[in-house]
């Protein structure tokens, strides 16, 4: 059959454009995979989705006017349903045919094939194949149905429509032209009201023709930028916006660079049809305020590139994306700096009359600032942070670092109930860090400050000193801590307070730093914090009084501690953050290219100390790669199993009692190997540890084959178990080698 290749395009007024990117590809590919399930398009067919502010549209290859007829085999009912006695049709086969457009001449054709535990009559037929306007018309409404659209407006039509001026309908912006080509001719489908044609309309201020003609569908993009001034292509405008931009960059010299921000250029891209790049500059005076403020104020108020020099400083001048090219460019410059100037004079006010009060006199401050309802307020908050940090740096490190980091501890959040935080709650913590230096807190505590809040997403880096990596921990562990103590977990969608970000932050901390601090010791910490009553949380008067009428004697006017361990959590919380933790680092693991089985391994000891299972992983791999593995770790599963059926047993052996050769030669075995063992793991070195075990793989196997464990004997019976209780402690040291059995 003859195909052609389809053009579809939805002619919209301004798109939101942190959505556009999405809606394009969402749109292209709904609609191609609704006509690919309707036969009218190969599975393999080309797709090409285009997205631009005002348009989304897209280009399917080889499309059929008509889908190909299908033989299509259809269940009817069970043959003592369909047939009587006589094997005629009972008068429900009969109804049955009629509804799908046969007679009783069909009977004869039917067929009997077994379905389940009856046979059943099936009717076999010929389906027409969907024609290309029926097929796009559903493609289209479905397209438009499973948009991702993030706020739906309403909009009354003004034509098309039995109502004019009172039938509404519902899209993410108002549209007003659709174009559906099938080669060159029109396909006449319909949808929000709109017709289908050839014309569309091109840029709002540039366009040389108006309205623009598609004449074929393979020169959409082609006229579109003839005769509209419009890229289409979202990729193809965003990389022209790219090579602009480098090109402005060398044109001012220096070195210069313009700030790298995918997320600005994507939005950016939806923001311009053509764009063209037009370098602008500032007074210098302002580059006295940080830079991190000005980068933040001129990207996500006036969407300009910041230029960066060599060094990475922020320079004067600045990149703007313009949607139009006039011959004279000096206007929309000046614009331009003129509505950036009271952004950076904003900045720096809000930076100078910061400094004019201590970080110190602001800590008061955070007692007037709600935390959680459960949790009370960030000077509440600041306290429990504090008292985690000092648990933990001592032990890490001296009275020197106790000191540092309860000072950066207490200062951290202040930066919150400053102007320029305020105004960018974006630059929470780096403040911090600028306020500490004019304080005069030097660059130890200032740099704690910034850089509590790190990892703050995948690849972050971590903080760069030892104080702020006890600060970052302590604030990441009393969150998890409190959320988890509350009940206030996340779900499978939902983490509105980050703990799977906060989890991953303390896992890198403690392994990329390789702390000598357990898991199990910094949890600790956080959970005495909370349970200990000089530190107490007050509930809110509105949970103060629903608390009143559970607690006898209680008066609903009483602020109820919090803190309190009996009331705060119980023993489920702490297991169920910890297992948390676990499935967070095993997700981690994971995506760094370890097998299921070599992170169940490690991870099933829940080795507190996190520095070390990357060494565990790799002395696992290497012990799974030897010969002897598969059969030691069969034994080991067995041993598991056969330790599970029974009470505790000590690993205690009397060489007496040892009767069978195979258990006595398995006994000589383990005086020998396992010391070295033991000697190797203590030393560190797991691969060894593990290697060395390998030994035992002939007499494990004679032991088993020839010894029966179970004697009836009581005293042989808790020897023989008693010499398999050594041998699994010993096997089980690294990891639980039995995860690594088929």
């Known amino acids: ?415 919150l109930v400053t102007d320029m935080v305020g105004e960018f709650p974006e630059l929470q913590g780096i403040m911090g860090g600028y306020y500490a230096l004019n304080d005069g807190l030097g660059e130890t505590v200032a740099h704690a400050i910034e850089d509590h809040y790190k990892p703050r997403f995948a690849g972050d880096a971590l903080p760069r000193n030892t104080a702020g990596v006890v600060v970052a921990l302590a604030d990441k562990l009393e969150t998890l801590v409190g959320m988890f103590g509350i009940g206030n977990l996340p779900t499978g969608d939902k983490d509105p307070f980050a703990l799977r970000r906060h989890a991953l932050g303390v896992i890198r901390m403690l392994v990329e730093k390789d702390l000598p601090l357990g898991l199990d010791i910094a949890l600790g910490a956080a959970w005495a914090v909370y349970e200990d009553e000089s530190i107490q949380v007050a509930w809110s008067k509105a949970q103060a009084d629903a608390a009143s009428q559970s607690m006898k004697g209680d008066g609903g006017d009483r602020v109820v501690a919090y803190g309190h361990s009996k009331r705060f959590a119980d023993e489920s919380s702490r297991a169920a953050l910890v297992d948390f933790m676990f499935d967070r680092l095993a997700g981690s693991l994971r995506e760094q290219g370890y097998s299921a089985q070599e992170v169940d391994a490690v991870l099933a000891l829940k080795p507190q100390r996190l520095g070390d299972v990357a060494k565990r992983l790799t002395a696992v791999r290497a012990f799974a790669a030897l010969p002897e593995s598969a059969a030691l770790a069969a034994a080991n599963k067995r041993i598991s199993n056969i330790l599970k059926k029974t009470d505790d047993v000590d690993a205690l052996v009397s060489e007496v009692l040892l009767q069978e050769a195979a258990e006595k030669a398995l006994f000589a075995a383990m005086q020998t190997v396992l010391p070295q063992a033991q000697s190797q793991w203590q030393a560190g070195d797991y691969t060894a540890s593990l290697q060395s075990l390998a030994a035992l793989r002939l007499p494990v196997d004679a032991f088993f084959e020839d010894v029966m464990v179970n004697a009836e004997q009581l005293d042989l019976r808790l020897n023989r178990l008693g010499l398999l209780k050594s041998l699994h402690v010993a096997m089980n040291r690294v990891a639980d080698l039995s995860k690594l059995a088929a």
Request: aromatic share 4%; with cysteine; net charge neutral.
């Open 1 to 415: 059959m003859t195909t052609k290749n389809l053009l579809v395009e939805l002619f919209v007024e301004e798109l939101p454009p942190k959505a556009l990117k999405k809606l394009g590809e969402a749109f292209a590919t709904v609609l191609a995979d609704s006509l690919k399930t309707q036969g009218l398009v190969a599975a393999d067919a080309a797709v090409t989705h285009f997205a631009s502010p005002r348009r989304l549209a897209v280009h399917v290859a080889a499309v059929s006017a008509q889908a190909a007829d299908k033989a299509v085999s259809q269940k009817l009912m069970p043959v003592a349903v369909g047939l009587d006695a006589s094997g005629n049709a009972t008068p429900a086969l009969l109804k049955k045919l009629q509804a799908l457009g046969a007679d009783a001449s069909a009977v004869s054709t039917l067929k009997r094939a077994v379905d389940g535990k009856a046979e059943a009559l099936f009717y076999d037929s010929m389906v027409t194949g969907v024609t290309l306007v029926d097929g796009l018309q559903k493609a289209l409404l479905e397209s438009i149905a499973k948009l991702p659209i993030p706020k739906v407006m309403s909009y009354q039509l003004q034509s098309g429509c039995e109502l004019p001026g009172w039938t509404s309908v519902s899209f993410v912006r108002p549209a007003h032209g659709l174009v559906a080509l099938h080669g060159s001719d029109v396909v006449p489908v319909q949808a929000l009201g709109l017709h289908a044609g050839n014309h569309t309309e091109g840029h709002r201020f540039e366009a040389t023709v108006s309205p623009v003609v598609i004449t074929d569908a393979d020169a959409y993009a082609a006229t579109l930028a003839k005769d509209g001034a419009v890229i289409a292509s979202f990729a193809e405008r965003r990389a022209d916006i790219v090579r602009q931009l480098d090109a402005a960059a060398a044109k001012v010299g220096g070195n210069c660079k313009p700030i790298e921000d995918a997320a600005l250029l994507d939005e950016v891209t939806a923001l311009v049809e053509r764009p063209h790049v037009l370098i602008c500059e500032f007074e210098a005076q302002f580059l006295d305020v940080p830079q991190e403020c000005l980068i933040l104020t001129m990207k996500a108020n006036q969407k300009y590139f910041p230029l960066l020099d060599a060094a990475g400083k922020l320079t004067n001048k600045f990149l703007v994306v313009s949607n139009i090219n006039p011959d004279d460019a000096s206007l929309v410059i000046g614009g331009n700096e003129r509505v950036v100037r009271p952004r950076l004079a904003d900045a720096k006010f809000f930076f100078d009359q910061d400094r004019k009060k201590t970080l110190a006199s602001r800590v008061d401050g955070l007692g007037k600032v709600v935390y959680h309802n459960k949790l009370g307020t960030q000077g509440e908050r600041v306290e429990r942070v504090r008292a985690i940090a000092k648990a933990i740096a001592a032990q890490l490190g001296d009275a020197t670092l106790v000191d540092q980091a309860d000072q950066a501890a207490q200062l951290a959040k202040t930066d």
